[in-house]
């Protein structure tokens, strides 16, 4: 059992997608309930976004800000979370595996705000794990309108984790050829 809470970003426009990512599906199963399954070994899990889908079946918490950012999911999630320990999981991401989600996990120490995922296409904020003292900084930079996870893991005290033999986890699917090669991968894996 990983001690943390699960939170699954649902709240992207999917402009360049056409229709919404989470529902497709993958070996007849949603993107949705292929990363709820990545999760199951942990305390809890939600699913957060701008608006509760009507067919959602799983925990569901609206964003807590207007904002059009990856920030609002995060601080959405630590705003919400009992947990110290909190996985901050993006849709866009089908192929993650429980493989990285365990690797991550064992980096965590208490002088770290988060852990971070890094590819050779740079830092993977929305695949992370994020402490709960964060918050107060999130509120610091949301009264500034700093709203970059980028620039938040580059200059607080987080733990990079390099993660070169994993890097097929980290597909972003975005666009519907994105979602082709996404099937193409996982046929071949099976």
């Known amino acids: 059992m990983i001690h943390a809470s699960a939170y699954i970003l649902i709240g992207g426009q999917s402009q360049r997608f056409g229709s919404r990512k989470w529902k497709v599906q993958i070996d007849g199963k949603s993107v ?7 999760c199951s070994d942990f305390g809890s899990r939600w699913v957060v976004g701008k608006n509760q889908p009507i067919d959602l079946d799983k925990p569901f918490i609206v964003d807590k800000l207007i904002l059009r950012a990856p920030f609002n ?17 993006s849709c866009d991401l089908p192929l993650m595996t429980e493989t990285v989600i365990e690797k991550l996990w064992r980096k965590k120490h208490k002088n770290s705000y988060g852990v971070i995922p890094k590819t050779r296409k740079g830092l993977e904020p929305l695949a ?5 003292r964060l918050m107060s900084l999130l509120n610091s930079r949301l009264e500034n309108e700093d709203f970059s996870l980028q620039s938040l893991i580059e200059n607080e005290n987080f733990t990079i984790v ?5 890097k097929g986890a ?8 994105d979602y082709k090669t996404v ?3 996982k046929t071949r894996s099976s």
């Open 32 to 38: 949705l309930d292929h990363l709820w399954e990545k």
């Open 73 to 89: 999911g995060l601080y959405t999630a630590l705003q919400h979370t009992q947990s110290e320990w909190n996985l901050i999981l």
């Open 128 to 132: 992370g794990f994020y402490n709960r």
């Open 162 to 166: 390099t993660m070169d033999s994993d």
């Open 170 to 177: 980290f597909f972003n699917m975005n666009t519907p050829d």
């Open 183 to 185: 099937v193409s991968l």
